[in-house]
């Protein structure tokens, strides 16, 4: 076999991983969150509320999931509705609405971080430390690589959403909850 046909081979099947173990990861959690009274679509806007320190408005929400802002009201609008989360109008601009959580989507959270950390700590298992470094910096080498190429500099809703590099603070808040909640 020729090795561009090869080459070609490797780059189809690397492309199919890079969607298929994102949509199983969210077939999974979701699943979890289910069992605790949330999608994971909430489960990310509580933890973006928890990140950013509420009030949050709804775009920084959505930058930080990934969303579109449209996608992000609607969802939120729901989450009000079913007492996850309360909405106030921003004092200097009237237009703008802030969220923040509920004790009903506290306790949630709080129940589903457990089963989901233990998820992630699972399926990275099998990884060395050095392995899972290595995979940090092969995907997030591959997604600049496309956003470079592929994506307008006024697109802040992709690149934006693409930056993982301050995840530590991220851990930091939920995982004291996680490994207190699971204790």
């Not at 959580?101 to 129940?111: C, P, S």
């Amino acid at each position: 076999m020729p090795e561009e046909f090869t080459d070609r081979i490797t780059d189809v099947r690397a492309w199919m991983l890079l969607h298929r173990v994102p949509d199983l990861a969210f077939y999974l959690q979701d699943r979890m969150c289910n069992e605790h009274g949330l999608t994971v679509e909430q489960y990310a806007v509580i933890a973006a509320i928890r990140y950013f320190d509420a009030p949050v408005p709804v775009g920084d929400i959505a930058r930080w999931t990934g969303s579109h802002g449209n996608s992000t009201s609607l969802l939120t609008h729901r989450m009000v509705q079913v007492g996850l989360l309360d909405r106030f109008r921003d004092l200097p601009d009237r237009r703008q609405v802030r969220l923040t959580l509920t004790r009903k989507a506290e306790e949630a959270f709080a129940r589903a971080t457990p089963a989901l950390w233990d998820f992630v700590e699972s399926a990275m298992s099998s990884l060395s430390g050095h392995e899972k470094n290595t995979l940090v910096h092969l995907v997030e080498k591959v997604g600049a690589t496309g956003l470079q190429n592929y994506t307008p500099e006024s697109d802040i809703r992709i690149s934006g959403s693409y930056e993982t590099s301050d995840v530590s603070r991220l851990v930091k808040r939920l995982g004291k909850r996680a490994r207190s909640s699971s204790a």
